[in-house]
């Protein structure tokens, strides 16, 4: 009696093993084509990747500003707003461009030229996607690291400024651009693909808003 009882008990915990294992085996497989949770490692792209975003079933090419939860922000080249969350499937690796030489030093000025300089900034309509240029001013750059403050007419208080030819940086005293309204980012000088002057200015309207791009361009150059 006892021997059989030993191998009754064997016989039942064996079978209990083969159940589990069965059950274990009988669970669905996740479904073919499935997308697993949207995380920052499995989506490829992080802030500020360069990408290719659809608007429209156009594509544009831009930059990450800003993720979340597997869905992104991306300001368009050539845009200075753009407020709109898309998914990865609206995404697409931007192709690297040709490699091109360095322009030559000779190329920059080690100065900002002096004159007259008008300054706009491009915005667009998400929806509409039509741009709309903006003149907001013009200044006087009036001599090395002097200029006018920003006004319709271009006529204002002198004001000053620095300019690093190396890293071709732009600061402000103050940390303000005199006569504009936005608060400073950044700011930059150089020569557009024409050979024109440009101070750019990366601005935001109010604080942690969406950045902004102000160019003032010289004239008659």
Known sequence: ???????????????????????????DPPAAGARPPTTRAN????IPDRVEVNYG?????????AARDGRFKVMRDQYTSDDHWVTVAELRPLAAPARKP?????????????????????????SSGNSAT??????????????????????GAEAHFAYDPGSRKVTWDGGKM????????????????????????????????NLFTLDCQREGA
């Open 1 to 27: 009696m006892y021997v059989a009882a030993r191998v009754l008990v064997s016989l039942v915990l064996v079978g209990s093993v083969i159940g589990s294992a069965g059950q274990a085996q009988a669970q």
């Open 43 to 46: 989506t490829g792209y992080r």
């Open 57 to 65: 079933g156009t594509w544009y090419p831009g930059s990450i500003y």
């Open 102 to 126: 360095p322009p030559p030093p000779g190329d920059q000025p080690r100065t900002i030229p002096a004159g007259k300089y008008v300054c706009a900034s491009v915005t667009a309509g998400f």
């Open 134 to 155: 903006s003149v907001f001013g013009q200044i006087h750059v009036v001599g090395v690291g002097s200029y006018t403050a920003m006004t319709r007419e271009g006529k």
């Open 178 to 209: 005199q006569g504009f309204f936005g608060k400073i980012v950044e700011s930059s000088f150089g020569l557009d693909n024409r050979g024109i002057p440009v101070i750019r200015v990366v601005y935001r309207a109010r604080e942690g808003g």
